[in-house]
């Protein structure tokens, strides 16, 4: 059976069907705006990385101990494309999967799902509690503090810059920019000076 091409609105039924905690929703349209920026970038598909950011973690609300392999159940059930569900799976290398991003796009993926975690926690001390007026330095500066949001995997992060090419500055900064399309949305629009 041919897959069909899963459009932003599929995406986002979907979901709302799966996601209803406020901080998921927002890390979800955190990363899916990344990978939009990311895609711009490059010359690839805005739509298509936008979609796959979004239903990243579709299953880790209900199905927290099947991450990932849930998702998959639930994309296959809906018909949607290999490349979606395998960039998709690739985000939980060394985890919870062996697939090992190896496309541009699910490198990206790969290092922004942990990155937008760390950049939110950032931008939610400061007394701005905005995104809009966060430079570089003072996510650096939280990377280093291993106390500082400690769920955060930071070798992941490093490791998704170098498949990427790109150092951890240059990461931090395009994600930065990426989230900021959807500040107000995610909650860190802040009142920035």
Known sequence: MMSFTPSRNDAQKLLDSYITAANLRAHSLAVASIMEHFAKKSGEDPDKWFIIGLVHDLDYEKYPDEHCKKTEEILREEDWPDDYIRAILSHGWKRVTDVKPEHYMEKVLFAADELSGLITA????????????????????????????????????????????????EMIAESIEGMKKVAKEIGLEGNPQ
């Open 122 to 169: 950032t931008a939610l001390v400061r007394p701005s509690k905005s995104i809009m007026d966060m430079n570089v330095k003072s996510v650096k500066k939280k990377f280093k503090d291993k106390s500082f949001s400690a769920a955060v995997d930071r070798e992941l992060i490093e490791e998704g810059c170098t498949m990427l090419g790109l150092d951890l500055s």
